[in-house]
């Protein structure tokens, strides 16, 4: 055989070997089409406590919180209020928690509703803020 035969065979086996092992990359990136959606945003930038006092006639602590409604759609919030005398915590100390659901936020809405806290000692100023939050979208209409 001659070198141009030789030359032809090399060149069409460094084809296939190349079709081997790009096709199937090729194939993985066709496949998995476009990127996903980002994932959503953490439900606690969404709340946000406005108020914090002591109601006169219990002693007990109030605060008020804001939700904001995400565009994604309708939902409820479940937050979770922390009370403490300042607002480094303490790591010692366990502070009270309340819960506070808010349900129905619709998007581009502001919701307000107010957890009540723990009877407060005397002579101390309450520090009031969001501990966590958890988001769940409303199911689809009818459902």
């Known amino acids: 055989m001659s070198a141009l035969k030789w030359q032809g065979w090399a060149v069409g ?3 296939v070997a190349g079709l081997l092992v790009f096709a199937p990359l090729g194939l993985y990136v066709w496949a998995s089409g476009e990127p996903g959606a980002a994932p959503p945003r953490p439900a606690v930038e969404d709340v ?7 109601d ?3 002693r ?3 605060a008020t919180v804001e939700v904001a409604g995400r565009p994604e ?3 409820a919030y479940v937050v979770t209020v922390e009370f403490r005398e300042k607002a480094t915590p303490d790591p010692a100390a366990r502070s009270a928690q309340a819960l506070v ?3 129905g936020v619709a998007p581009a809405a502001t919701e307000h509703a107010e957890a009540l806290g723990p009877r407060w000692p005397p002579a101390t100023t309450p520090w009031c803020g969001v501990a966590a939050a958890d988001f769940t979208p409303s199911g689809p209409a009818g459902v």
Do not use: A, M, N
Request: proline letters at 9%; one cysteine or more; glycine letters at 18%.
């Open 13 to 15: 086996l460094t084809v």
């Open 48 to 54: 946000r406590v406005t108020g914090c006092r002591i």
């Open 56 to 58: 006169p006639g219990s």
């Open 60 to 62: 007990r602590v109030v």
């Open 73 to 75: 759609g309708t939902g």
């Open 101 to 103: 659901r808010v349900p």
